[in-house]
């Protein structure tokens, strides 16, 4: 409820003070500044303002002097005296005084002063010649105020800040009004808490989209400077407690705590069509080779040279020697095979070789085109500071900004220089262009750990860095001294002991959707898809090709070769006749 008072008397004390017994706020109205500070010295100076008045008509009349005649007229006396009254200029006990035309005071400011449990402080002035003529002053703090205003059947104001998933718009909020239109933890949190208190509320979100901090003008922006405007009763959303921001308002109980760590991209692995080479790195395929080389021509030589215990079966030549080898790697038969004694011991060991290493192979290969793998070169938030492809940052007028900038570690100094000097870019207005960066790639966004968790479950293509650190709470904002302070702090205790809160994360928190990359299992390998076997298939047309080629070859040989002895047998019997 909203009172206002037009000071008009010096008798106004009484209907104050019974004002305030009823813990209700209220506005005064003047044209006489009053004084700030506790309620009595400021009841006290409305006494004089009767003199003040009194002060200025006499200073008015004091500067009218003319002549009078021999005859005085009464009328010609009005008139002068109108003429030089509309003539003064001056500032007097009441502020300053001119007069229009028409008589009445004219360029005169009026004085809002609110009065708030037993304190009283100037808001804003008003004054009639002004082109915008409100003039806000700014808000003072008292360190030791109370702010006394009863919760239980108010209506109050509250206000927060578009974060997911605590305050988010429904999708069809631009079809409801009022507080139908969010959704979100905050939002039930607060229902829950206005019940349970007997109020009812307002929530709006913050103007400038910024969660508050004090500028270097020394004012707080924000919600915190929502708070201390007067504009809010409360705050509810991710506003994390510190030591800056608990000088300026008062916090009640955390109600969830919260770190900070970092979000990315997931790196994509690259597909190659040649995927089914990974299983083996390149020096063992290369040894293979070499193996596959030597053990084909030893294998030659161990047949001619030695003993076959059937003279009639036929020798290995030098090429049925590399095809023998060649298709016992890949488990295939062929017409010859050892006859020697070291010939054969030989291809026992040869077999066995292929047996590991084919085993080996097919186990890998299995691995590698099932499971998903993730391969980020930011395995900690230690390792951002070492490199300089993958940008960081975080949000401007924050509390993780505050943490980075007041930090006296050195890894995270060190980040912080980078953030604010040597790339000022990094740094981000809203979360929702953090997250709209981490999106494009190459970039790190430093954040709540509540807010980055639910984002990796929302969007399965991001992921969270740690580990995590700078732990600290999340309360309710009021203003400094405000007794219904204590109602909230209890509420959010007892639901806290009740489990309610517990209730309420699990909502928004627990459901995750997307598979977790660090962890292989059966139910997160994927299918083969095209691209990781289509090598098999160039290396099969290659190979159609190739036995075509060397096919039209051998034809092309074959008909040459009948053509010459053709003409030679022609030739001969030519020469014969």
């Not at 970039?443 to 750990?449: H, R, S, V």
Request: charged share 20%; aromatic share 12%; with cysteine.
């Amino acid at each position: 409820m909203t009172v206002c008072l037009l000071l008009q008397d010096g008798n106004i004390a009484p209907t104050v003070r019974s004002f305030v017994a009823m813990n209700t706020n209220f506005t005064i109205l003047s044209n006489l500044p009053l004084k700030e500070g506790p309620i009595e010295e400021t009841l006290n100076n409305t006494k004089i303002y009767h003199t003040a008045v009194v002060k200025d008509i006499v200073s008015l009349l004091k500067q009218i002097t003319f002549s009078i005649n021999r005859r005085p007229n009464t009328e010609d006396m009005r008139l002068k005296i109108t003429k030089k009254l509309r003539r003064i200029k001056m500032d007097g006990n009441t502020g300053h005084v001119q007069l229009s035309q028409k008589g009445k005071r004219k360029n005169v400011n009026l004085y809002f002063t609110a009065i708030f449990g037993e304190m009283t402080q100037e808001i804003a002035i008003w004054n009639a010649s002004s082109s915008e003529h409100f003039q806000v002053c700014p808000r003072k703090i008292y360190p030791n105020m109370t702010y006394t205003f009863p919760l239980k059947g108010r209506r109050v104001q509250v206000v927060t800040i578009l974060e997911k998933p605590f305050t988010m718009y429904k999708i069809d909020h631009h079809k409801r009004t009022g507080n139908d239109r969010f959704r979100g933890f905050a939002v039930d949190l607060m229902d829950v808490v206005s019940k349970r208190l007997g109020f009812t509320y307002d929530l709006y979100l913050v103007h400038d989209g910024k969660f508050g901090s004090k500028t270097e003008s020394g004012e707080w922006n924000g919600m915190l400077g929502e708070i201390l405007a007067g504009n809010a009763t409360m705050t509810i959303a991710p506003l994390s407690i510190n030591s800056q921001r608990e000088e300026a308002v008062d916090f009640t109980k955390p109600f969830m705590t919260r770190y900070i760590s970092v979000i990315m991209k997931k790196t994509k692995s690259e597909t190659s069509y040649f995927e089914f080479l990974n299983p083996l790195s390149p020096k063992v395929w290369i040894c293979t080779f070499g193996a596959f080389i030597i053990v084909s021509v030893i294998l030659y030589f161990l047949e001619k040279l030695g003993m076959r215990k059937k003279k009639d079966y036929p020798s290995i030549s030098f090429r049925e020697s590399f095809w023998f080898i060649f298709g016992s790697l890949l488990q295939g038969n062929t017409d010859a095979s050892p006859s020697t004694v070291p010939g054969r011991i030989l291809t026992s060991a040869w077999w066995f070789f292929a047996l590991i290493l084919i085993s080996s192979y097919t186990a890998n290969l299995a691995a590698f085109l099932t499971v998903k793998k993730i391969n980020t070169p930011i395995k900690t938030i230690s390792d951002l500071p070492k490199q300089t492809k993958i940008k960081y940052g975080t949000v401007k007028s924050s509390g993780v900004m505050a943490f980075f900038k007041n930090t006296k570690i050195e890894t995270f100094a060190k980040m912080w220089v980078q953030m604010s000097e040597l790339d000022p870019s990094t740094m981000v207005s809203t979360t929702a262009q953090g997250y709209e960066k981490v999106k494009k790639g190459n970039y790190a966004f430093f954040w709540d750990t509540t807010v980055s968790k639910y984002k990796t479950i929302e969007d399965c293509e991001l992921m969270e860095i740690g580990p995590r650190f700078d732990p600290k709470g999340f309360g309710i904002a009021v203003p400094p001294g405000a007794t219904y302070r204590d109602d909230l702090s209890m509420a959010i205790l007892n639901l806290s002991d009740t489990g309610k809160l517990h209730e309420l994360e699990s909502r928004w928190w627990i459901n995750r959707k997307c598979p977790d990359m660090n962890k292989a299992s059966g139910e997160e390998t994927s299918e083969l898809q095209l691209e990781n076997v289509a090598g098999v298939f160039f290396i099969l047309v290659s190979g159609i090709l190739l036995a075509g080629v060397v096919c039209l070859i051998e034809y092309c040989t074959g008909q040459v070769l009948h053509l010459g002895k053709e003409t030679r047998i022609r030739r001969n019997k030519s020469n014969y006749i």
